[in-house]
């Protein structure tokens, strides 16, 4: 099974990175963000925020790890 989007837990910060066109897909229509919180393909947010972000992910049929 192919990952859609590899979680990175830094402590304070949550980085998501897409590893699939659906990954990608749904991190552009689901998650709003400034530019400087993209380093290269990973987006990065807030540790707080990322439990519910994931969530929503996997509702919507995305593998994570």
Excluded: F, Y
């Excluded at 099974?1 to 830094?10: H, I, Q």
């Excluded at 304070?12 to 990175?17: A, F, S």
């Excluded at 991190?27 to 994931?54: F, H, K, P, Y």
């Amino acid at each position: 099974m192919t990952t859609d989007v590899r979680v990175d837990n830094c402590g304070g910060i949550v980085g998501l990175t897409p590893m699939t066109p659906a990954g990608r897909e749904w991190i552009a229509e689901n998650c709003q963000a400034e530019s400087w919180q993209w380093m290269g393909e990973t987006l990065n947010i807030d540790t707080r925020m990322a439990e519910d972000v994931l969530e929503g992910m996997k509702a919507d049929g995305l593998t994570v790890e």
